[in-house]
């Protein structure tokens, strides 16, 4: 098993770690060598890249949404949005601070191996799902996408973004709980 305090790679019934003298039993996470020596690549990305530049992409976001720029890709659609519904600009501005806020505490307890570390992980994708979610109701209510762009490709544009990042804000919260909690003996502080 590979000790948790220092990254030593023991023997799987080891008791002991040969490089720092960790006790592995029960009371300290360790709970046998058969779950131990999981793979932690998602851990390392999460941990070491993909929750300290989320949290920038967050507080970015919400930055461009203050200025109404968001939805680059559909041109002003954003900037009409927030014409049409201040009520959501404020919303969304809400969420993407909250998920910077979420993905910095994600990084900092990952790295300790705190209890919350995993919620924190599953609260950000949760919020991003639930926003998704807003934003596919909310548009086609205050916008007709006809009037704006007079072709049907940019409501089918429109609505594959959308459930694309909805599948994928699903998949990614049902993968992370599946993966967190086969590995929550390591999350003990
Ligand atoms: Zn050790």
């Known amino acids: 098993m590979i000790c948790r305090s220092c990254g030593t790679r023991n023997p799987n019934?080891?008791?002991v770690c040969s490089g720092c003298g960790e006790?592995?039993?029960t009371d300290n996470g360790y709970v046998g060598y058969?779950?131990?020596d999981m793979?932690?690549?998602w851990y390392k990305f999460l941990a070491y890249f993909s929750c300290w530049f989320n949290a920038l992409y967050g507080f970015s976001q919400a930055y461009s949404m203050?200025?109404?720029r968001i939805f680059r890709g559909a041109g002003d659609l954003g900037a009409i949005l927030f014409a049409y519904e201040p009520g959501l600009k404020s919303f969304s501005i809400f969420i993407f601070v909250l998920s910077g806020i979420l993905c910095?505490?994600?990084?900092?307890t990952l790295l300790k191996y705190m209890k919350i570390a995993p919620i924190a992980v599953l609260a950000n994708y949760i919020i991003n799902l639930i926003w998704s979610i807003v934003i596919i109701i909310a548009v086609p209510t205050v916008i007709n996408l006809d009037t704006l762009y007079g072709i049907n490709d940019s409501q089918s544009t429109y609505f594959f973004t959308s459930i694309f990042l909805i599948g994928l804000n699903v998949a990614l919260t049902v993968f992370n709980a599946i993966y967190f909690n086969k590995r929550k003996h390591y999350f003990t502080n």
Do not use: C, D, R, T
């Open 104 to 108: 910095l505490v994600s990084g900092y």
């Open 13 to 15: 019934k080891a008791i």
């Open 23 to 25: 006790i592995f039993n």
């Open 39 to 41: 793979p932690m690549k």
């Open 34 to 36: 058969e779950n131990m």
């Open 66 to 68: 203050s200025q109404n």
